[in-house]
């Protein structure tokens, strides 16, 4: 056994606690936006079986169909970043926070800082196309 954990430990203690209270923080706020997005969705549900279905003049209808296909694409977002912060928190917790999934060498703190959530390197991520 060598001191490996040591060398690629990037971040202190007090900063792994940070980053994950941020991260508890926006789990959080997620979740909220992901209940409301999916109630907005519902009541555009509601909105359109209540509507006649063919009144060209309803002001209301592209409306609805555009905002309803832009909940849906930013739902589909929120739920992917829900997962990305509940997958740091599992990192986090299971010790391994920090260090790119992929090429396994520390994240930097910088990075970390901006997107806490993150699991792969600079140079990893840019890779994922
Ligand atoms: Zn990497």
Redesign the pocket.
């Known amino acids: 056994m060598t001191t490996t954990a040591e060398d690629t430990a990037t971040l202190s203690t007090r900063q792994r606690a940070k980053l994950r209270s941020r991260l508890v923080d926006d789990h959080k706020a997620t979740e909220l936006l992901i209940s409301r997005l999916v109630s907005d969705l519902d009541s555009f549900q509601h909105s359109r079986q209540d509507a006649p279905v063919d009144d060209e003049h309803d002001p209301e209808g592209p409306t609805l169909a555009f905002e309803r296909s832009q909940s849906t694409a930013i739902l589909g977002q929120t739920r992917i970043h829900l997962s990305q912060i509940e997958s740091a928190l599992e990192h986090i917790d299971g010790g391994t926070y920090g260090v790119?999934?992929?090429?396994?060498?520390p994240?930097p703190v910088a990075r970390l800082e901006v997107r806490p959530y993150s699991t792969?390197?600079?140079?990893?991520?840019s890779k994922v196309r």
């Not at 790119?100 to 060498?105: G, I, S």
């Not at 792969?120 to 991520?125: D, H, K, L, M, Y």
């Open positions: 790119c999934v992929t090429c396994h060498k994240i792969q390197c600079v140079g990893c991520a």
